[in-house]
């Protein structure tokens, strides 16, 4: 059988041999002649095994010791910083939920465990499971605290004028439901208390004959309420920050006095149409017509009187700024022409 196979392998190499490739067009010459297929192998093994060990004769040479990167290695921190959560503050009313640690053994012996102890013993606040709602997805985290690190630094640092009022000024913008009225009827409304304290709106809303007065009187309470809740506007009492009267001009040409700077005005209030809902409504001789009932939301825009003053102190400055028009300014002549220009 071994004879048989040496055969033929030898019978194509001996073709090769006696065909001569000068005769053969130059695309149909091969490109090795006269080489066995498992010498030719076997020597690029070779090739191959004597150049990896060339490689690992020349790679014993130890690099020269660099001090600069060893030390940046010992002061590089071993992985990322860990993000620190916040806890319940010592002053919260749900402190109080938070199971104590008993110091006396004895005494934990000596009270007899309960339901309510067993369910209260579990934290009231757990990291991991808190992370669900508060953390939900690390990476975006991440992404957005980059994007605005290099945010801050791309102009050196700069801050522009809306983002340095953002910083220093409070606002509040607060959405309502989508109320049974119209656009037409709850415009009116809306272009009414625009521009006045919220107290003054509140009162304004409660003496109107009209039907989404109501709607509207409840939705200022809630936004005035969110607003010292969430935003901390409307606490110069409190916090003695009021600062002194000043009486300034509005945009509108009114003349007021502010005693409080941390009062609370409407600054933007405008309606947004919703969806149509749909009655029906039953007629005479059997007949039935459907009804397109609209439905209108109210946004209101929220600030502090310290904005209403620094818009009338700017608008002062650049009127103590303006030049005093003249018919003939005084300025050189330029664009002389020796013909006319029309």
Not at 6 to 23: D, F, G, H, I, Y
Not at 114 to 120: A, I
Request: aromatic residues 4%; hydrophobic residues 35%.
């Amino acid at each position: 059988m071994s004879v048989r196979l040496s055969k033929q392998l030898a019978e194509p190499v001996a073709v090769v041999k006696s065909v001569s490739t000068s005769s053969l067009p130059y695309r149909l010459r091969p490109s090795i002649d006269h080489v066995f297929r498992r010498r030719f192998t076997a020597g690029q093994c070779r090739l191959r095994k004597d150049d990896s060990m060339g490689s690992k004769a020349a790679g014993t040479q130890t690099p020269p010791p660099n001090p600069l990167l060893e030390n940046y290695f010992k002061r590089k921190p071993s992985g990322p910083p860990k993000l620190v959560r916040g806890d319940l503050a010592p002053s919260s009313i749900f402190d109080e939920e938070r199971p104590r640690p008993i110091e006396d053994p004895s005494e934990q012996e000596a009270t007899p465990k309960t339901d309510t102890d067993t369910h209260s013993a579990r934290p009231v606040h757990d990291p991991d499971a808190m992370s669900a709602a508060l953390d939900p997805n690390p990476d975006a985290r991440l992404r957005w605290e980059r994007k605005k690190v290099i945010q801050s630094i791309r102009h050196r640092g700069r801050i522009s004028r809306a983002l340095a009022l953002k910083r220093t000024e409070r606002e509040s913008l607060s959405k309502s439901h989508f109320f049974k009225t119209s656009v037409k009827k709850l415009a009116p409304l809306a272009r009414q208390i625009a521009g006045k304290p919220v107290a003054d709106a509140i009162a304004q809303m409660r003496l109107s004959r009209k039907k989404a007065a109501i709607d509207v009187v409840q939705h200022l309470e809630r936004a005035r309420d969110t607003a010292v809740v969430a935003r901390g506007m409307g606490l110069g009492e409190v916090e003695e920050r009021k600062g002194a009267p000043v009486e300034i001009k509005t945009k509108d040409g009114k003349h007021m006095v502010i005693e409080d700077r941390t009062g609370m005005y409407i600054d933007q209030a405008w309606v947004g149409r919703g969806p149509y809902g749909k009655e029906l409504e039953f007629r005479a001789r059997g007949k039935v017509n459907m009804l397109h009932l609209p439905s209108t939301s109210l946004s209101v825009v929220l600030k502090e009187e310290a904005t209403r003053v620094r818009q009338h102190e700017e608008r002062e400055e650049k009127k103590r700024k303006r030049k005093v028009w003249v018919q003939l300014p005084d300025r050189p002549i330029t664009a002389q022409r020796p013909y006319y220009s029309w």
